[in-house]
Every structure is written in structure tokens, then in C-alpha cells.
């Protein structure tokens, strides 16, 4: 038998305060990705590197576009 992860030891230790607050889907955490999840991963990604983080004096950031002449995931 596997060893229990942190997480299965959790949804066992809770699954009385589960019944009570609401039911939680229960899965197997370690499966593959499906290719539909693979695909939308990696459109995500790409999505993701087209935006820049800048940070202001004061401490809060906001997201600008890399590069704005680029049209290409827009």
C-alpha cells in the first residue's frame, strides 16, 4: 500500500466537518493530464509571458504588455 500524502491524510481527517460544511470532490491528486489540460496549460503560459509586472515606488504593481507592437495572442 502507498504511503498517505499530506493532502489524503487531511480528507480523511476532515471528511466529518466535510459532511457538515459541504460535500468536496474526492480524486486521486497524482493522475496525468489529460491533453485538454496540457493544451490549455500551455495556452496559459503563453498568455502569461506577454505581460510585464512593474512595481511603483509605493510598493503596488500593475501589468503592462512586453511588448505592445506585438498582436500576436491578442
Same mark, same amino acid.
Given at each position: 500500500?502507498?504511503?498517505?500524502?499530506?493532502?489524503?491524510?487531511?480528507?480523511?481527517?476532515?471528511?466529518?466537518?466535510?459532511?457538515?460544511?459541504? =460535500?468536496?470532490?474526492? %480524486? %486521486?491528486?497524482?493522475?496525468?493530464?489529460?491533453?485538454?489540460?496540457?493544451?490549455?496549460?500551455?495556452?496559459?503560459?503563453?498568455?502569461?509571458?506577454?505581460?510585464?509586472?512593474?512595481?511603483?515606488?509605493?510598493?503596488?504593481?500593475?501589468?503592462?504588455?512586453?511588448? =505592445?507592437?506585438?498582436? %500576436?495572442?491578442?
Amino acid at each position: 500500500m502507498a504511503k498517505e500524502t499530506m493532502t489524503q491524510r487531511f480528507m480523511r481527517v476532515t471528511g466529518k466537518l466535510r459532511i457538515i460544511f459541504g =460535500p468536496a470532490h474526492s %480524486s %486521486s491528486l497524482d493522475h496525468e493530464m489529460t491533453e485538454e489540460n496540457k493544451h490549455l496549460l500551455a495556452r496559459r503560459q503563453a498568455e502569461a509571458q506577454q505581460w510585464e509586472t512593474i512595481r511603483r515606488p509605493d510598493g503596488s504593481t500593475y501589468v503592462v504588455p512586453k511588448n =505592445p507592437d506585438d498582436k %500576436s495572442l491578442r
